[in-house]
């Protein structure tokens, strides 16, 4: 299916200038959505056409029991299974917190239409040169950025203020001990994320060079820590 093209807005370079790099939000929100509302099915598995399964291991993490949970920032009736790929730790990148990956999404099809559906198109201009006319924050744990938010972070965002629950995250940077204790709770209490081979999906050869600086994503076992953890309080 083709949908219309909102076109798009480029990233800004070190110095504050146009990059060949280009923000896809609204493109990704747009066709995303379009797809998922043709689905009928009890579940839904939303990908990219650059990450191909190659496998049937997504079935087994849709069998899995959802494990324990809390009521804080919890929205979906099970959690949606997604990879690793650009889940953000607040432990050792705290500047990009409510950081989801948006690559692979499976769960009932009502969670994932619930997380997609909350999502409304930007102006990517006004978020990509944010940083040109206001303060930055520091310390970010990023650096060279001018964006006030990232793709993944403009969809979960709008997901949990759809819902009323506003975590107040104003931008990129904005850290505090109890965004990163929110920031936690929302993606262990509504995501189960694993790694790319328990998925079953091939990645792209610039996912698998990003994958190669461990520290940047959530790993597995990192999660499965951070569940259990919240079993324990």
């Keep these: 299916m083709l949908s219309p093209d909102p076109g798009s807005s480029p990233y800004l370079d070190a110095r504050g200038k146009p990059s060949p790099k280009l923000f896809n939000t609204n493109r990704m929100i747009r066709s995303t959505r379009a797809g998922i509302a043709r689905a009928t099915r009890p579940y839904l598995l939303k990908m990219r056409n650059d990450t191909p399964l190659r496998s049937d291991l997504v079935l087994y993490q849709l069998a899995r029991p959802d494990g324990p949970r809390t009521e804080q920032l919890r929205i979906f009736r099970r959690r949606i299974v997604m990879p690793n790929i650009a889940v953000r730790p607040a432990d050792t990148m705290p500047g990009l917190l409510f950081h989801p990956s948006d690559i692979v999404h499976a769960g009932l099809t009502e969670d994932v239409r619930a997380l997609w559906d909350s999502a409304t198109e930007i102006d990517e201009t006004v978020n990509a040169g944010w940083f040109l006319h206001h303060p930055q924050p520091v310390p970010a744990g990023i650096s060279g950025g001018y964006a006030r938010y990232y793709n993944e972070q403009v969809l979960w965002l709008a997901c949990l203020r759809r819902h009323g629950l506003d975590p107040g995250y104003d931008c990129v940077g904005h850290v505090t001990p109890e965004l990163v ?53």
């Design 181 to 233: 204790e929110r920031s936690t709770l929302g993606m262990v209490n509504n995501f189960t994320c694993v790694e790319p081979w328990q998925l079953g999906i091939t990645l792209s050869f610039d996912q698998m060079v990003r994958m190669s600086s461990i520290w940047n994503y959530t790993w597995f076992d990192g999660w499965q820590r951070a569940v259990e953890q919240l079993a324990a309080a």
